[in-house]
């Protein structure tokens, strides 16, 4: 689950690593839940609208809308044709799964779960949404099993929470930028995974700017570049005080000058596969 | 310094800034806020929990959580920050429309509430707009800034009130479970619903179970007589996002990627009848005037970046034309740390 600051690179960073993994063999989906779909782009193929986009042997990837996979979970069990009708259109079934907290987030997961139990991939990589809604995303199965014990949806609240507790099944990758306000959200929420038991497995810093030469233009461009430098020195040592083990388990991508597509996450991905050949336990393995 | 505090109700123009995430609203709220309190007028702006930073640039520390505090040193207006709190908002507001305390504390002591209410659809995003309806009643200022959350989707925001509302509706939810549970909370025999109350019933107790199910009962049953007062709060939100004093400042992007996200954006806020008042375009990259001999990577990367966004800002301005109002403000090195960095960025703003 890679997860982070709104705006530090999350759906690169997801289709990087994706990439990383197919390429030491394993098949990877990569699922993302935001209805405004990018994820395409980085790998260069149509937009997914729901459906799962083959882009080679070993990666696809799905744009997951919640409600859909809710419906799927509705057919399923009804299977009679007039009652699954019936039920999808009722009023009282449309407000629950649109108002029922907890829900939604249950079908993302359960969905990356089965996915995984039916051995349709190796790895889902999953490009969550921004650190709040992403940590309720990792309590929805825990709150969800609390208040509903019985029935399909308490089982699979139950078996959901196992999976995401489990820290070898299901792990959390936090992006950010070498920036004040992604580093100071990193660390906190860093902490906030900790704190409820999800020790991160990697943390990817996104967007770092090469050091500046000594005889670069006296320009605004230089004196930005300079400047923002000497930020991101600060906020990567501020990182490293504040990161347990960020030495051991991080990787650190480059900003390029490409726009997301193939290129770019091809490059990035050759930066990613070589910090994490440096691992002394990479954490996919 | 004058007090801010006036005994009747003046003209107030209200600003709700939006935007993806990781753009900069915060930063451009706070500055939109500052503008207004040096063109003389007392302004307010409220915002969700912004960095460390923004708050001693502002001077307000903690002194600001969930109360108005006064930025030192801006002026001649007075300009005060207010760091929203939603659950403290919510509970306000079943306080306010409980009709007594055992009301209150049925609700507040629900299990589903107590559980799950906090995570309920949209209920953030809606805390956002009830305060800004609180305050703006209260009419206690020129100028209101809006700052929005950070959202799961960039139009969450604008649908909050609508399906808070669509939630609790009595309609659906609250008259499909009433009838399946007697005063002592047991199951009442279902032969009365009919086949399709039966039907709806079978599912959802096959779902989720008849405990969840008697718990949510009894959460809408407690929340029944605050309904109305709910009801007509969220109404009267809608209401005032959609008025004539109300206007949104959309922050977007430079780079051409982010140009359809920005459209996107602005035309649902023009579907939903609101006043696009301008488009901030933030953090562009300055454009190198030469390149330079013997091109070092990271230049050639900030001639990228100056390209890029040059373009991204030349399509907006081509297709926002005529729709609305258009401010870039540069790339800064860093987050303002004080009040003249904010003043400086303000200064590229278009008043409010």
New interface residues.
């Given amino acids: 689950m890679v997860t982070g600051k709104g705006g530090v690179g999350k759906t690169t960073v997801s289709a990087v690593l994706a990439r990383s993994l197919a390429r030491r063999g394993r098949r990877v989906l990569v699922l993302e839940v935001d209805p405004r779909e990018s994820l395409h782009s980085a790998f260069g193929a149509a937009p997914s609208g729901g459906e799962i986009v083959r882009v080679d042997a070993r990666l696809s990837f799905q744009n997951l809308q919640p409600r859909t996979v809710i419906d799927e979970l509705v057919r399923e069990r009804l299977k009679v044709g007039i009652l699954v009708r019936r039920t999808l259109d009722s009023q009282i079934y449309r407000h629950f799964v649109e108002g029922a907290p907890g829900l939604k987030e249950l079908a993302i997961l359960g969905h990356a779960q089965r996915t995984l139990q039916k051995d349709r991939a190796d790895t889902v990589v999953l490009d969550a949404p921004a650190t709040g809604h992403g940590l309720s995303l990792l309590a929805a199965p825990g709150l969800v099993s609390e208040v509903i014990v019985q029935g399909p949806v308490g089982a699979l609240a139950r078996e959901l929470a196992e999976f995401v507790a489990d820290a070898r099944a299901c792990r959390v990758v936090v992006v950010t930028r070498p920036e004040e306000m992604p580093v100071e959200e990193a660390l906190e929420l860093g902490e906030e995974l900790r704190k409820r038991g999800h020790q991160p497995a990697l943390l990817a810093v996104n967007g770092l700017l090469p050091a500046p030469g000594r005889h670069e233009p006296n320009d605004r461009a230089t004196e930005l570049w300079r400047a923002r430098h000497l930020v991101q020195v600060r906020e990567l040592e501020h990182l490293e005080r504040g990161w347990p083990d960020s030495g051991a388990a991080a990787v650190r991508l480059p900003q390029v000058a490409l726009p997301l597509g193939p290129p770019l996450i091809d490059e990035l991905r050759r930066v990613c596969d070589e910090a994490l050949a440096g691992m002394a336990a990479a954490p996919w393995e | 310094m004058k007090s801010p505090v006036k005994s009747s109700p003046r003209p107030q123009a209200l600003t709700v800034v939006v935007g ?4 900069g609203k915060t930063t451009i709220a706070a500055a939109l806020g500052l503008r207004a309190a040096e063109a003389g007028r007392d302004a307010l702006v409220m915002t969700f929990d912004p ?3 923004l708050k001693d640039a502002l001077g307000v520390g903690d002194s600001a959580n969930d109360r108005e505090a006064t930025v030192p040193g801006a002026g001649p207006g007075v300009l005060r920050a207010s760091l929203l709190d939603p659950g403290r908002t919510f509970d306000r507001l079943v306080e306010r429309y409980a009709p007594d305390a055992a009301a209150r504390d049925r609700i507040l002591g629900n ?2 509430y107590a ?7 949209g209920i953030l995003e809606y805390m956002a707009v009830e305060r800004l309806l609180e305050v703006a009643d209260e009419g206690r200022y020129d100028g209101i800034v809006l700052d929005t959350p ?1 959202t ?3 139009l969450d925001f604008l649908e909050a009130p609508e ?1 808070i509302v ?2 609790l ?1 009595s ?3 609250r008259v ?1 479970l009433k009838p399946w549970f007697r005063a002592d909370g047991r199951l009442r025999a279902t032969s009365r619903l009919g086949p ?1 109350g039966r ?2 019933e079978r ?10 199910l008697r ?1 949510m009962a009894e959460f809408f049953q407690a929340f029944a007589p605050l309904y109305d007062g709910f009801r007509d709060r969220a109404l009267a939100v809608q209401r005032l996002l959609r008025a004539p004093q109300t206007q949104f400042v959309l922050v977007a ?1 430079a ?3 982010r140009v359809a ?1 920005t459209l ?1 954006f602005a035309r649902k806020l023009a579907e939903a009848g609101h006043r696009l008042g301008a488009v901030v375009i933030n953090q562009v ?2 454009r ?3 390149l ?1 001999s ?1 091109v ?11 390209e ?1 966004d040059a373009v991204g800002v030349a399509q907006l301005k081509g297709l926002l034309a005529g729709h609305a109002r258009l401010a870039t403000v540069p ?1 800064l ?3 303002p740390t004080d009040l003249a960095a904010l003043r400086r960025l303000a200064a590229a703003l278009p008043p409010i």
Avoid: K, N, Y
């Fill in positions: 993806a995430g990781g753009v960095a460390r930073r299990r589903f559980h799950l209410a906090g995570s309920l659809a950070p799961r989707q960039a399906r669509s939630f509706d309609g659906a939810l499909a399709l039907g709806a599912f959802l107790d096959d779902l989720v179970g008849l405990g969840l718990d992007g780079a051409p990627e996200d996107f990259h300055p190198l005037e030469r330079g013997e070092s990577p990271g230049r050639r990367l900030f001639a990228w970046l100056g890029r790339m090195a860093t987050e």
